[in-house]
């Protein structure tokens, strides 16, 4: 493996023997295990990046878990606040544009990194989102991947090899930028379905819609127009409000405290509001947690059920139910479980916003495409249709029930809506007309149905544009 028109050896051989021409050939030679340094700043923050990145690519782990700030990765967890936020755009920024580093990477190796050299590699890749995408001086991006080469014995013999591809990156990166433009930011086997399903062109403004961050979208009790201006956004065509680019915790933020809104995708705001009017109704939200569209639901006058299977998430929901002043009925139940009372007619709406894929999040999850993959998607839509074919036994005669989930798969979606539907006839769909929805019009489909995708609402000036992948159909049992 050597740097491309960088040919030298590098490794064992350039070593001394370790053995003076004077020194006795019967006494041992006591060698260090690696070389000893101080601690350098920067370098706890550069190692936990490189092992989360590993724990994603390598064994498919979710970033959620391993971020939690009380129970994630020791590595993470260690760290201070400062350090941790670096990681996350650390981390999120590698794997946002992982093949196009790799392909810039590539074309500064003559040769592949050594099958084995995985550490190496997440290092590699760590040091260049930071030099390429991240407001990181190269000089230090460069000494810190150095020294985690150095301080890692798989590593060390390629530490010169490291500081010569990575000063070259940084001579060369906008030459680097122009060749790799047009690598698309996704797994092979990902991209390949999105072209089946919406086409080359959509498929391509899909992919590179995922590389801008998402921004923060907030579902407001009233007046959206009037927590608009406060929150310095602007009201997108959900609902929602859209806040400008900010720093800080949205805790800080006005109207937080006293309830006045929450933090929800304008994407997942639209199912609740695919019931219409239902002030008064009787309502369960299955999957609730975290509780947006429970609150939703609370919001627009409906007397709620809320149903959640973690107890950690069914507590995270209560809390966020405090805040805002809501009450629901909480029901701690897997939802296979949760049925009728015996002289219980039924809920007059029903929402199930099921488990699934969470490929259209990956704006907000990059790992996503690095942890999941057809089998999931294929597993997952099995999972769904259980849960949909049970929730079906939950609607009263004559209410109605939406079903939503935020994947990009039809196989998650409208493949398995059909299905079900096939095996109950006293169910229709009740199809949203793309004339009511101004602005959102072509995220209506020829059924009625929702399908949004990251790459509608363009930017606009001093917004963020984008949605999260989401699809959601209203069924309606008959009244007999």
């Known amino acids: 493996m ?78 201070s606040d400062a350090d941790r936020s670096l990681v996350r755009a650390i981390v999120n920024t590698s794997l946002r544009f992982l093949p196009r580093i790799e392909a810039m990477l590539a074309l500064l190796l003559d040769t ?78 990902f991209y390949k379905r999105l072209v089946a399903v919406y086409g080359p062109d959509e498929a391509r403004r899909i992919a590179e819609a995922q590389l801008t961050p998402a921004a923060i979208d907030v579902t407001v009790k009233a007046d959206a127009d009037l927590w608009a201006e406060k929150l310095n956004g602007s009201v997108l065509p959900t609902g929602s409000v859209r806040l400008a680019s900010f720093s800080g915790a949205v805790s800080g933020l006005a109207g937080f405290e006293d309830g006045a809104w929450w933090v929800q995708d304008a994407a997942a705001a639209l199912p609740v509001r695919m019931f219409g009017a239902i002030e008064g ?38 809390g966020n139910l405090q805040r805002l002043g809501f009450t629901a009925d ?33 704006r907000r999850h990059p790992d996503v495409l690095y942890t999941k993959g057809p089998q999931d998607i294929t597993k997952l839509a099995g999972v769904q249709e259980k849960l949909l074919r049970h929730a079906l036994t939950l609607v009263a005669p004559g209410g109605s029930i939406v079903f939503s989930n935020c994947s990009l798969d039809p196989l998650e979606g409208e493949d398995m809506v059909a299905r079900v539907l096939a095996d109950h006839p006293d169910y229709m769909r009740v199809p949203m007309q793309a004339a009511d929805w101004p602005g959102l019009e072509s995220a209506v489909t020829p059924l009625g149905e929702f399908r949004t995708t990251p790459a509608m609402l363009p930017d606009t000036e001093g917004r963020t544009g984008g949605l999260d992948g989401f699809y959601a159909c209203r069924l309606q049992r008959s009244t007999a």
């Open 281 to 318: 109704k009787r309502a369960v939200d299955l999957c609730a947690a975290p509780g947006g569209k429970t609150a939703q639901l609370l919001n627009a006058g409906a007397k709620v059920t809320a149903v959640e299977q973690s107890a950690n998430r069914l507590k995270r929901l209560e």
């Open 112 to 189: 592949p990194l050594p099958e084995g050299a995985r550490a190496l590699y997440h290092s590699l890749i760590v040091a260049a989102a930071q030099m390429i995408y991240l407001d990181v001086p190269d000089h230090s991006a460069v000494d810190l991947a150095v020294e985690q080469a150095n301080r890692d014995p798989r590593s060390r013999r390629f530490a010169k090899l490291v500081n010569a591809v990575l000063r070259r990156l940084g001579r060369e990166k906008q030459a680097l930028l122009d060749e790799v433009a047009d690598v698309i930011c996704m797994p092979d086997w």
């Open 2 to 79: 050597e740097l491309n028109d960088r040919r030298g050896k590098t490794g064992p051989d350039n070593r001394s023997s370790g053995r003076s021409s004077g020194q006795s050939k019967d006494k041992p030679v006591h060698r260090p295990r690696g070389p000893v340094y101080d601690d350098k700043p920067g370098l706890d923050a550069r190692l936990a990046a490189s092992r989360l990145l590993a724990a994603v690519i390598d064994r498919k782990t979710s970033l959620d878990g391993m971020m939690d700030g009380d129970h994630g990765n020791p590595a993470y967890t260690a760290l």
């Open 330 to 362: 909480l029901v701690h139940s897997d939802l296979v479980d949760f049925s009728l009372a015996e002289d219980q007619e039924g809920f007059d709406i029903v929402l199930l916003d099921s488990p699934c894929s969470s490929t259209g999040t990956t």
